[in-house]
Structures are given as structure tokens and as C-alpha cells.
């Protein structure tokens, strides 16, 4: 039985969820953005339980946070004995060994432009956002360069700064100006999108297809390349749409970057962390930033950024900088750890590449035989799918109708881009709950598009 509290669509049984969502309201901001009657109450791997006690498989994961699942064993255990010795102590101020052990560990495996391991340095945040403001003032440390090159559909956060970035929805941005010394937004070239100019069209002579044309073209009209300090991008855009770009994107960017001194900083906050099957989503196309910005599934749900460079870009700071009082915190960091532990021993990497080429490959063949579906792309357990409706044209309330229907039916998705759905589990979800959780997307689409043909 279906019912809605507040407007939500709420599974049954329901009464206790019906008791969070309304004390929830009177307590909370109305700027959150809540799609359906969901109130967690316990989870483990990739299934959790509502309030009422009702069961789901997770292929949204927090929003990507979730990396090792719902309260992985040695995470917790990471959380608990650290938690036993102590909370806080304020990195900025004094010396921690649990920051000190994970930076050594992202020297290893984040890779920077031309840099060795020992020759990396790492600053700790405690957010996705923060992450971005301290890679924005990192990049605009260079003397006379003040300009970023950011994206449309990016997101990057909802602080002022990374606010200045972020093009995915206008609401996120209404009423905020942008941060003096300017940004300019630039084409996403989406594989997808090029793909759609037609057959026989060459998109490589189209600047909106090839993003380094298009600032050679237009931005450098505008701007010279001595006063831009950094290009601003995610591998794979997230709240954008799950989007893959071209295949040639990376390396143009990388040499354009290269010729005019200019940062890349790429935004692994949601690709980052093996979502994609590679450590940084980057990695797929054979090129390194300058530096790298991570948070979401670095700490399994607890919070945490980070942000990695060369010692010769960020060894330019001196102290006073940029310093956070919770930034590094050790109860975080240790569940970082234990989080690349799991990675290491659980093969994680291997696992998401297979399973995700497993689930494009059958979302895919059931794209087929639904024509309501536009697009399926990604890359791991970073998948878009985009719905349209009768005559092609991008369909947001058919897309919230699919999701609706999943979480009616015992699965938690969420919407990306303007029409779009991401799949986006944790990465430990087992092959088992992968094909239960696909039939129930797969049911919901085609029950959603034989409604739609029924009132056409």
C-alpha cells in the first residue's frame, strides 16, 4: 500500500517513518532536498532498514559516501579504538599520528602530475566543499593568477567558493554572487552529448565537443592565460548527470594546462575512492592533476577531505595559510584507513570494475526494449541513466516516478542531472543483491512506461 506524509511517498508499513518526517520539518531546514519517506534505522553491507522495519538494497550509498557499506566491521572497530583513546586534539596546533599515517598512504596511491610519492603533500578537510575552497586558494596562491575555469553541469560544493564552480542547477546558486576574480563556466564535452550531433558529423571541430578549443577560442579572448590560475573539473560529473566525457578531453586539458602554467585540480569528491573501478576516476585516461581533491567514500560515512599535491605546489604555503580546527580529526582518519585496508583486502578495485561492467552491459540490453530510457553510461559503480518521454525530450517526473516506484518496492535510488538516475551502491554490494536490486529498477521502469502509454 502507497501513502504520502507531506507530500512524500511513503512505503507501509509507515508510522513511525510518518513520526521522523513530521518532526523532522518542524525542526529542520527546508533546504534539504528529500525525494521520498525514507528514515534509516540500522543498515549492514549494502541492505539497510527503515524505522517501520522495512528491508532495502542501497544503490545510492549515502550519496556515495558509503563505500565499504553500512558499518563494516573493521571500519567500526577502527572507529571504536580510536574513539577509546581519544577524539580531538587539533591537528593544526599539534602533532597526531593517525593524519601522518594516512597521508602516507594517499602519497602512495593518489597519483599527481609528475610527482613521486615522497614528493606529494596531503591537507586534511572535513568535507567534499572544504576540500574544493582549500584547492581554490591553493591554485590561487600563485602570484597575479586569480581566474578559474570551471564547467557547465560541474558541482563542487555549496560554500561560497566551490558555490562559484558549481553549474548543475540554478537553485543551488540563486542569490549568491561569485567569488571576485572571476570564473568562467565552459562545455562539459559529454561522450553522450557528442555522440547525439549526428551520424557522419566530426565533433572534434566542434568547440562545444572539444572543451580546449572552446577556451582557445572564447575564454582566451577574454582572459589571458597568465592570470588563470587553475582548470576546475570532474573525471566523471556527478550531480551533473553521472557523465563520462570524450575520450581525447583529459589529455588536450593536460597539455593546454601544461603550455600556460595553469593547475589542473580535479574533483574526485564522488568519482573518487574506486567508485570507478580505479582509485581516482582520472586514471582512465592516463594523465595526473596537480592536485586532487577527495572526500565522500574516504571515510566509509565518516567525515573527512583531503586534498593532495606537490610539494612544490603546495610546499609554496606557509603557516597560517589555511588550517582547519577538525580538519585530520583522528577518529576520521583512522576510519580512512581501516577504509583502505578493506580496499586492499577485499580487492575492492577488481570487484566494482567487474560488477560495473556487469551492470552497464545488462542496462544496456534493458534499454533496448524501453525507449523511455535515453542514455546508460559510466564507469564502475558510477552509472547515469537518463529518461525521456514520448517524443525524446528529457523527463524529470518521469525519472521521479521510476525512483519513487524503486523505493515503493524496496530499492534507494537518487536522481541526477536534470532527467537522470545514478547508480552509485556501495562498493562492497555482492552480485547476489546487485541482480535483486536490478530487477526491481528494471520492474519500476517498465511499470512507470506502461502507465506513461496507458495516458497517451
Given at each position: 500500500?502507497?501513502?504520502?506524509?507531506?507530500?512524500?511517498v511513503?512505503?507501509e508499513?509507515?508510522?513511525?517513518?510518518r513520526?521522523?518526517i513530521q518532526?523532522?520539518?518542524k525542526?529542520?531546514?527546508?533546504?534539504y532536498?528529500?525525494?521520498?519517506?525514507?528514515?534509516?534505522?540500522h543498515?549492514?553491507?549494502?541492505?539497510v532498514?527503515?524505522?517501520d522495519?522495512?528491508?532495502?538494497?542501497?544503490?545510492?550509498?549515502?550519496i556515495a559516501?558509503?563505500?565499504t557499506?553500512?558499518?563494516?566491521p573493521?571500519?567500526v572497530?577502527?572507529?571504536t579504538?580510536?574513539?577509546?583513546?581519544?577524539?580531538?586534539?587539533?591537528?593544526?596546533?599539534?602533532?597526531?599520528?593517525?593524519?601522518?599515517?594516512?597521508?602516507?598512504?594517499?602519497?602512495?596511491?593518489v597519483?599527481i602530475?609528475?610527482t613521486a610519492?615522497e614528493?606529494?603533500?596531503?591537507?586534511f578537510?572535513n568535507s567534499?566543499?572544504e576540500?574544493i575552497?582549500?584547492?581554490?586558494?591553493?591554485a590561487r596562491?600563485?602570484?597575479?593568477?586569480s581566474h578559474v575555469?570551471?564547467?557547465y553541469?560541474?558541482?563542487?560544493?555549496r560554500?561560497?567558493g566551490?558555490?562559484?564552480?558549481?553549474?548543475s542547477k540554478?537553485?543551488?546558486r540563486e542569490?549568491?554572487?561569485?567569488?571576485?576574480?572571476?570564473?568562467t563556466?565552459?562545455p562539459?564535452?559529454?561522450?553522450?552529448?557528442?555522440?547525439?550531433?549526428?551520424e557522419g558529423?566530426d565533433?572534434?571541430d566542434?568547440s562545444?565537443?572539444?572543451?580546449?578549443?572552446?577556451?582557445?577560442?572564447?575564454?582566451?579572448?577574454?582572459?589571458?592565460?597568465?592570470?588563470?590560475?587553475?582548470v576546475?573539473?570532474?573525471?566523471i560529473?556527478?550531480?551533473g548527470?553521472?557523465l563520462?566525457?570524450?575520450d581525447?578531453?583529459?589529455?588536450?586539458l593536460?597539455?593546454f594546462?601544461?603550455k600556460?602554467?595553469i593547475?589542473?585540480?580535479?574533483?574526485?569528491?564522488?568519482?573518487?575512492?574506486?567508485r570507478?573501478?580505479k582509485?581516482?576516476?582520472?586514471?582512465h585516461?592516463?594523465v595526473a592533476?596537480?592536485?586532487?581533491?577527495?572526500?565522500?567514500?574516504?571515510?566509509?560515512?565518516m567525515?573527512?577531505?583531503?586534498?593532495v599535491?606537490?610539494?612544490?605546489?603546495?610546499?609554496?604555503?606557509?603557516p597560517?595559510?589555511?588550517?582547519?580546527?577538525?580538519?585530520?580529526?583522528?577518529?576520521?582518519?583512522?576510519?580512512?584507513?581501516?577504509?583502505l585496508?578493506?580496499?586492499?583486502e577485499e580487492g575492492?578495485?577488481?570487484?566494482?570494475?567487474?560488477?560495473?561492467?556487469?551492470?552497464?552491459d545488462?542496462l544496456?540490453?534493458?534499454?533496448a526494449?524501453?525507449?523511455?530510457l535515453?542514455?546508460?553510461?559510466?564507469k564502475g559503480?558510477?552509472?547515469?541513466?537518463?529518461?525521456?518521454?514520448?517524443?525524446?525530450?528529457p523527463?524529470?517526473?518521469l525519472?521521479d516516478?521510476?525512483?519513487?516506484?524503486?523505493y515503493?518496492?524496496g530499492?534507494?535510488?537518487?536522481?541526477?542531472?536534470?532527467?537522470?538516475?545514478?547508480?552509485?551502491?556501495p562498493?562492497?554490494?555482492?552480485?547476489?543483491l546487485?541482480d535483486?536490486?536490478?530487477m526491481?529498477?528494471?520492474?519500476?521502469?517498465a511499470?512507470i512506461?506502461?502507465?506513461m502509454w496507458e495516458t497517451?
Amino acid at each position: 500500500m502507497v501513502s504520502h506524509q507531506n507530500g512524500f511517498v511513503l512505503r507501509e508499513p509507515g508510522e513511525k517513518s510518518r513520526d521522523v518526517i513530521q518532526r523532522d520539518i518542524k525542526t529542520l531546514s527546508p533546504s534539504y532536498t528529500r525525494s521520498y519517506g525514507f528514515a534509516v534505522d540500522h543498515g549492514q553491507g549494502a541492505e539497510v532498514w527503515d524505522v517501520d522495519g522495512n528491508r532495502y538494497i542501497d544503490f545510492a550509498a549515502g550519496i556515495a559516501v558509503l563505500s565499504t557499506g553500512y558499518s563494516h566491521p573493521r571500519v567500526v572497530k577502527a572507529i571504536t579504538d580510536q574513539a577509546q583513546k581519544y577524539l580531538h586534539i587539533g591537528g593544526t596546533d599539534f602533532f597526531c599520528p593517525k593524519p601522518v599515517e594516512l597521508a602516507e598512504r594517499l602519497q602512495q596511491i593518489v597519483p599527481i602530475h609528475h610527482t613521486a610519492p615522497e614528493d606529494k603533500l596531503v591537507y586534511f578537510a572535513n568535507s567534499g566543499t572544504e576540500s574544493i575552497e582549500a584547492a581554490l586558494k591553493l591554485a590561487r596562491y600563485q602570484e597575479g593568477r586569480s581566474h578559474v575555469i570551471a564547467f557547465y553541469g560541474g558541482f563542487h560544493g555549496r560554500t561560497m567558493g566551490s558555490l562559484s564552480l558549481t553549474a548543475s542547477k540554478y537553485k543551488q546558486r540563486e542569490g549568491y554572487p561569485y567569488i571576485p576574480g572571476g570564473v568562467t563556466h565552459i562545455p562539459y564535452p559529454s561522450r553522450a552529448e557528442c555522440d547525439d550531433c549526428g551520424e557522419g558529423s566530426d565533433c572534434s571541430d566542434q568547440s562545444w565537443c572539444d572543451a580546449v578549443a572552446f577556451i582557445e577560442k572564447f575564454v582566451l579572448k577574454m582572459v589571458s592565460p597568465s592570470e588563470i590560475a587553475a582548470v576546475v573539473v570532474e573525471p566523471i560529473q556527478g550531480e551533473g548527470g553521472y557523465l563520462v566525457p570524450r575520450d581525447d578531453f583529459f589529455p588536450k586539458l593536460r597539455e593546454f594546462c601544461d603550455k600556460h602554467g595553469i593547475l589542473l585540480v580535479v574533483d574526485e569528491i564522488q568519482s573518487g575512492v574506486g567508485r570507478s573501478g580505479k582509485f581516482t576516476a582520472l586514471e582512465h585516461w592516463g594523465v595526473a592533476a596537480d592536485i586532487v581533491c577527495l572526500a565522500k567514500g574516504l571515510g566509509s560515512g565518516m567525515p573527512i577531505g583531503a586534498v593532495v599535491a606537490s610539494n612544490k605546489v603546495m610546499g609554496q604555503w606557509v603557516p597560517g595559510a589555511h588550517a582547519s580546527t577538525f580538519g585530520g580529526n583522528p577518529v576520521s582518519c583512522a576510519a580512512a584507513l581501516a577504509t583502505l585496508d578493506v580496499f586492499e583486502e577485499e580487492g575492492l578495485l577488481a570487484h566494482v570494475t567487474e560488477l560495473g561492467d556487469y551492470t552497464l552491459d545488462r542496462l544496456t540490453r534493458f534499454k533496448a526494449d524501453h525507449p523511455i530510457l535515453k542514455r546508460i553510461d559510466g564507469k564502475g559503480f558510477m552509472i547515469g541513466l537518463d529518461f525521456v518521454d514520448a517524443n525524446g525530450e528529457p523527463a524529470p517526473k518521469l525519472r521521479d516516478a521510476v525512483v519513487n516506484q524503486c523505493y515503493l518496492d524496496g530499492l534507494l535510488t537518487l536522481g541526477c542531472g536534470a532527467n537522470g538516475i545514478r547508480f552509485a551502491p556501495p562498493l562492497v554490494l555482492t552480485r547476489e543483491l546487485l541482480d535483486e536490486g536490478l530487477m526491481i529498477l528494471e520492474r519500476a521502469i517498465a511499470h512507470i512506461e506502461e502507465e506513461m502509454w496507458e495516458t497517451t
